[in-house]
């Protein structure tokens, strides 16, 4: 199973948390709706092609039935093919605890960031409810699941979100970038919004420099699922 690494700054960017995964679907469709007098973002979810990357036997793993019903029996949703991103509510849960620790023992030097990435898992937790459907089949009698998430006091979640990132730009965690993207990236932090929400249409802000692009690109364009592209997302607001 390929597995795919993101630096702190770019899970922080994009809000949930990185989880790998041994279940995988070809394509997602994510459909979104902002309600601006009630602050809440409503977003419903269809998962296509679910399959499994099982052994030589055929049969599934503990951790891949763990992971299959995920889709469809607790705090759990994927973003854009769940080897990119996964919110889960006991991560998040968990990692208050770490921060929580860390605060209580760490270096003072990193106050800053934990308490704003603390804020942040708190914020998720308080606003993110996800409502799990059910299994289907598709017309070619491919298993898909679907999901309703709803996320309240949204501009608080991107205003929290908006100042840890530009904490940790600052913090010299961004090993996994390039001279370039790091230079960008805390040039950016500066007084700049990774995450915007202007109406229904939704921005997320996230610097590299042309090279590590160009290099990341050709890397992803390896990644295929059943002889199809795993990238297959259409998004609608």
């Avoid at 298993?143 to 730009?169: F, G, H, K, M, W």
Wanted: proline residues 2%; aromatic residues 8%.
């Amino acid at each position: 199973m390929t597995k795919h690494r993101l630096d702190r700054l770019a899970v922080l960017l994009t809000l949930p948390l990185l989880l790998t995964s041994c279940i995988d679907f070809d394509g997602q469709t994510l459909s979104f709706h902002y309600d601006r007098p009630n602050d809440e973002l409503r977003i419903f979810q269809v998962y296509e092609r679910i399959y499994a990357d099982t052994g030589k036997d055929g049969k599934l793993t503990n951790r891949e039935l763990e992971q299959l019903a995920s889709l469809t029996d607790n705090q759990t949703t994927f973003f854009f093919d769940n080897w990119l991103l996964v919110y889960s509510d006991k991560t998040s849960r968990n990692r208050v605890a770490e921060i929580e620790k860390q605060l209580a023992t760490g270096d003072a030097a990193q106050v800053p960031q934990l308490k704003a990435e603390l804020d942040v898992h708190k914020a998720l937790l308080a606003s993110v409810h996800v409502t799990n459907g059910q299994f289907f089949l598709n017309d070619e009698k491919e298993l898909c699941a679907y999901q309703t998430v709803t996320v309240s006091n949204v501009s608080r979640l991107i205003e929290l979100a908006n100042r840890a990132i530009n904490l940790d730009a600052h913090s010299g965690k961004l090993g996994d970038f390039d001279k370039e993207s790091q230079k960008q990236i805390r040039d950016f932090a500066e007084d700049g919004k990774w995450v915007q929400l202007d109406g229904n249409r939704l921005s997320i802000r996230f610097l590299q420099s042309r090279k590590q692009f160009a290099e990341g690109a050709k890397s992803r364009a390896k990644y295929t699922a059943n002889g199809k592209p795993v990238l297959a997302n259409r998004v609608h607001y």
